[in-house]
């Protein structure tokens, strides 16, 4: 495995190099434009020409059309690329499954994961009307998210470094402390004895939009920054009025009562006939006086 920088699409970026009438006249930034339009990544000019390297010489004559030439054939089949010019039915699912935005932020992070293929299938069915299939998840993972081209501590490199991730993934790199709470909101589920609560999770929204505002705040006044910090102020916006909507904003205010709340001595209360060493009011004084005495 090889230690150098690598993209998880690395299969299909030799698809698109072999697809190249020379490899001498390879147009490295239309494949990036092409990656970067399937929300792919090409890893710049530089690593295309390494591949274009990978892939140096052809066979003569070099015919990637017809599954009968031999030496084409076995030239493919070298950098496992064969089938995505002779598709079956796995390359056309996996094809599906590059234009579904929504179902690759759930599919790639558990393409990561030891769960098998068949399994993902079975579980991600319900996100997508794609009649998903083992072999269509495995074909996605070869040509366009492929874990074996990287080893774990590259493939994190990556995935910290990479700007668009979706939070599934970013979820595989938090830190351990965050980790347990982060992922199981996520992903849709509730963590042991917890329910995912909208206003805790605005709440937390709002802290990081905050936070990458203070970065901003240090950073040149460029375009880029200033859209990104506007965004942060939007975020925040949002956020707070998710609060003062939420159960989050009635405990604050209960909070605040609960310090106005009356405390009870545990003294011993006095009774007012040891205060008084007697009638107090003189209410029903003569009524016990015989007739007699008038």
Same mark, same amino acid.
Request: charged content about 25%; hydrophobic content about 35%.
């Given at each position: ?15 698109? %190099? !072999?697809?190249? @009438?020379?490899? #001498? ?30 892939? !140096? @010489? ?5 015919? @990637? ?19 995505? =010019? ?46 998903? *299939? ?10 366009? =998210? ?29 830190? @351990? ?8 909101? %996520? %992903?849709?589920?509730? +963590?042991? +004895? ?16 905050? $936070? ?17 910090? $506007?965004?942060?102020?939007? *975020? ?10 939420? #159960?989050?904003?009635?405990? #604050? %205010? ?10 009870? #001595? ?11 060493? +007697? ?16």
């Amino acid at each position: 495995m090889r230690e150098i920088p690598s993209s998880p699409c690395e299969f299909y970026i030799r698809f698109l %190099v !072999s697809a190249q @009438p020379s490899l #001498d006249e390879v147009q490295g930034n239309e494949i990036i434009r092409t990656l970067e339009g399937l929300r792919l990544d090409g890893l710049g000019a530089s690593y295309i020409r390494e591949v274009v390297d990978i892939m !140096s @010489p052809r066979p003569t004559p070099y015919a @990637p059309s017809d599954k009968h030439d031999p030496k084409t054939r076995t030239y493919l089949k070298d950098h496992k690329i064969f089938d995505m =010019w002779h598709p079956d039915r796995g390359i056309r699912e996996a094809q599906l499954i590059l234009l579904d935005y929504y179902l690759r932020d759930k599919l790639e992070p558990m393409l990561l994961s030891s769960v098998c293929h068949a399994e993902i299938a079975r579980k991600l069915r319900k996100y997508t009307a794609i009649s998903l *299939t083992s072999e269509g998840v495995s074909a996605f993972g070869h040509y366009y =998210w492929n874990r074996r081209v990287m080893s774990q501590s590259a493939w994190q490199e990556y995935l910290l470094g990479r700007s668009f991730a979706n939070v599934y993934l970013q979820g595989l790199v938090t830190a @351990p402390d965050v980790a347990p709470h982060h992922l199981p909101y %996520v %992903v849709g589920i509730a +963590g042991p +004895g917890q329910a995912f609560n909208s206003a805790e999770a605005s709440a937390r929204v709002g802290q990081i939009a905050y $936070k990458y505002a203070l970065e901003l705040e240090h950073r040149p006044a460029t375009l880029e920054n200033t859209m990104a910090l $506007k965004h942060c102020m939007s *975020t925040i916006e949002k956020a707070d009025t998710l609060m003062r909507r939420s #159960d989050v904003a009635l405990r #604050d %205010v209960l909070r605040q009562f609960q310090k106005f709340r009356m405390k009870l #001595d545990g003294d011993e209360v006095i009774a007012v006939n040891q205060l008084t060493a +007697g009638n107090f009011s003189k209410s029903g004084e003569g009524t016990d006086v015989d007739e007699e005495d008038f």
